[in-house]
């Protein structure tokens, strides 16, 4: 079986923070794959980052980073000078070599005020 | 292009009808997804499809969910007797590939009263 656990529900900043969101996951099979997701008020899933578990390389999108740890099963996402837009809801999300079915996280909500 | 499709965007129905929710994929991915999510949670799978056929299905809750996808492209899932506890927004997603990046849809709000 496969788990995401983002332990964090609602987190709140002021505009030109910066904001790490965690993503902790479980799994039993070595090939596996983990994203992000961000789900804005209008409510349609948008792509952001996939990762493959060989590739711990960390990445830099922008204001966006990623954090692969697979020592602490961890897949962070950090937003640099956080922005008004950014408002939305985060889902972790993974799927395996065995399925492609997404498990998804139960997401964080991330208000930024101006 | 044009991204993943669904219609209705919203539909409402009685207890113990039946429904039917449309998802037109990208063009040229083989992949269909379908998940649905509750208020506050996230998206839970239902059922994948690659081409024609469901390739897992362990997601639909009962034998009241069913999906097809009789040309590879467009998939309908059906949902016969509703109840309330159906009431929630139903997500389509697509992927060139299985196990490649899943696109999603905007969704369909289904309201059971």
């Known amino acids: 079986a496969q788990k995401v656990t983002q332990a964090q529900t609602e987190i709140s900043v002021v505009e030109k923070e910066d904001v790490t969101l965690d993503c902790v996951y479980e799994?039993?099979?070595?090939?596996?794959?983990l994203f992000w997701y961000k789900q804005p008020p209008s409510g349609e899933l948008v792509f952001l980052i996939r990762?493959?578990?060989?590739?711990?390389q960390n990445e830099i999108s922008g204001r966006y980073s990623w954090n692969f740890q697979k020592s602490t099963s961890s897949f962070n996402f950090t937003i640099t000078a956080s922005q008004v837009v950014d408002s939305a809801v985060y889902f972790c999300a993974l799927t395996t070599g065995a399925n492609s079915k997404l498990t998804f996280g139960k997401g964080i909500t991330l208000s930024v005020r101006p | 292009g044009a991204g993943v499709s669904q219609t209705p965007s919203n539909k409402v129905t009685e207890k113990g009808k039946y429904v039917e929710l449309r998802c037109d994929p990208i063009?040229?991915?083989?992949?269909l997804y379908w998940y649905r999510q509750s208020l506050g949670q996230g998206p839970e799978f239902l059922i994948y499809?690659?081409?024609?056929?469901?390739?897992?299905d362990s997601g639909l809750p009962n034998d009241r969910f069913f999906a097809v996808r009789p040309e590879g492209s467009v998939s309908t899932l059906k949902i016969q007797r509703t109840e309330r506890g159906d009431s929630a927004v139903y997500l389509c997603?697509?992927?060139?590939?299985?196990?490649?990046?899943?696109?999603f849809g905007p969704g369909t709000r289904l309201l059971v009263l």
């Open positions: 063009s040229g991915h083989t992949a």
């Open positions: 499809f690659q081409g024609t056929g469901a390739a897992d």
């Open positions: 990762r493959n578990s060989f590739d711990e």
């Open positions: 997603a697509s992927s060139f590939r299985v196990r490649e990046t899943q696109y």
């Open positions: 799994t039993r099979d070595t090939t596996y794959y």
